[in-house]
Nanobody
Framework: PVYLMESGGGSVQAAGSLRLSCVASGTTACMAWFRQVPGKEREGVAIINRGSFYTFYADSVKGRFTISRDNVKNMVYLQMDNLQREDTAMYYC???????????????????WGQGTQVTVSS
């Protein structure tokens, strides 16, 4: 198994920025950030493949969030700019070791998960 640990969440005012980080215990292929609010399904926010030449963003975050990774450090990042109240959620890092990221936007596509980090945006 691959163990994941997120960091970087917190509280910020609307239009502010946060950078989430996630460290993996081993080599991963596809890594992603999901988010979840109480009572709703976990939503795929951003996905990146190992070579960083494939990325996916949910429509709600396009142009505001940027996913990146550092394979030497086994880390993935989510730069979140122009945060809005609707971005408030628990954010989870996810990984899969099978090198196929295209279309993998569902929770069940990823076998490995971190415990989450809370992001709260206030107006």
């Amino acid at each position: 198994p691959v163990y994941l640990m997120e960091s970087g969440g917190g509280s910020v005012q609307a239009a502010g920025s946060l950078r989430l980080s996630c460290v993996a215990s081993g080599t991963t292929a596809c890594m992603a950030w999901f988010r979840q609010v109480p009572g709703k399904e976990r939503e795929g926010v951003a996905i990146i493949n190992r070579g960083s030449f494939y990325t996916f963003y949910a429509d709600s975050v396009k142009g505001r969030f940027t996913i990146s990774r550092d394979n030497v450090k086994n880390m993935v990042y989510l730069q979140m700019d122009n945060l809005q109240r609707e971005d408030t959620a628990m954010y989870y890092c996810a990984a899969r070791t099978i090198p196929d990221c295209y279309g993998m936007t569902r929770e069940e596509n990823f076998p490995f998960w971190g415990q989450g980090t809370q992001v709260t945006v206030s107006s």
